[in-house]
């Protein structure tokens, strides 16, 4: 069963803003010039492998929500188990790769049922890959993005996953196969004119929220801009629009 997206939610609890760091010292310059304008902060591997998952403790004591993106894809013990540890950290959202299957979903939804804060998010296909990526790694000859997407999608459903990870363009599909309770997670938004980075399938966030994801994930074009609040603002003042 999907978990409630709250559609009707304030702009600053939709952006999460990814700490892509090596190091806590610029992960926190980040978090203290942002301060109360920022509620949400995604976590990946880089910033927890440099910092420990001390920092995550210190962001949640301080009423910050977590998106602890691990992309975990294990055997469903292991799965379970880094589940429970990201639920006693606190975090809000956790994913895992919905390629691994719908046992590891499974695992990792049962575990997250000690910690009723705790959200599960698919990874469906990254936001760096394109279609010919896919053939590549053996998907098979004519298909998209778009359709795996909408298949892993499936599967996390059936698996009890509260929502997925895909990109902008994969949203709307997504909202209208899903329904309106399930998350809807978005890497990969810029603002017209920046660069999307590695994204190959992006998107703005006006435009992501749009078409129905809950949240958009931004980075660089805040936390590397020369002002990192007025970026901010600029992103929180697209969802305004």
Sequence with gaps: MWGNHNGGMEPTSQIIVALDYDNRAAAQDIVDKLGDRCHFYKVGLELLTAAGPEF?????????????????????NSVAGA????????????????????????AAVDAARGFPALRVLALTVVTSMT???????????????????????????????????????????LRG?????????????????????E???????????AAGASHVVIGRAVTRAMDPVSAFLRVYGDLQL
């Design 83 to 106: 589940v429970r540890a990201a639920g006693a950290l606190g975090v809000s959202m956790v994913t895992v790769h919905s390629m691994g299957g719908t046992g590891i979903m499974a």
């Design 131 to 173: 279609d010919s990526d896919l053939v590549d790694i053996g998907i098979g000859d004519g298909v998209s993005t778009e359709s795996q997407v909408l298949r892993l999608a499936r599967l996390a459903e059936q698996a009890g996953c509260h929502g997925v990870i895909a990109s902008p363009q994969e949203v709307q599909a």
């Design 177 to 197: 196969r899903l329904g309106g309770d399930a998350l809807v997670v978005t890497p990969g938004v810029a603002l017209p004119g920046d660069s999307p980075g």
């Design 199 to 209: 994204h190959a399938r992006p998107g703005t966030p006006r435009a992501a929220i």
């Design 56 to 76: 995550i403790k210190h962001l949640v004591a301080r009423g910050k929500e977590v998106f602890l993106d691990l992309k975990l894809f294990e055997i469903p």
